[in-house]
């Protein structure tokens, strides 16, 4: 636990962060799921955005993301 009240501050700011990053990977990870099963473009694109904003708040590597765009391009293209 934390001692010093910058520490109990800095606790409670890491927290806060978690959450919202646990929520954009669990929107990411929705997101992906949905459009492996129905590769469309408006779902393929949501993939596309959702990983930008990831990377930009350092939640993914910018090379996941790339992968990810990459595997989900061909999903697209096959069709």
Known sequence: ???????????????????????LRTKL???MRIARR???KASVSTVFSLSDRAV?????????????KSAFSK????K
Request: proline share 4%; aromatic share 0%; no cysteine.
């Open 1 to 23: 636990m934390p001692v010093t009240k910058t520490a109990k501050r800095a606790l409670r700011g890491s927290a806060q962060k978690k959450e919202v990053n646990d929520a």
């Open 29 to 31: 990870d929705v997101s």
């Open 38 to 40: 129905k590769p469309t």
């Open 56 to 68: 930009k708040k350092h939640i993914i590597h910018k090379n996941k993301a790339a992968r990810l």
């Open 75 to 78: 999903l697209i293209a096959g």
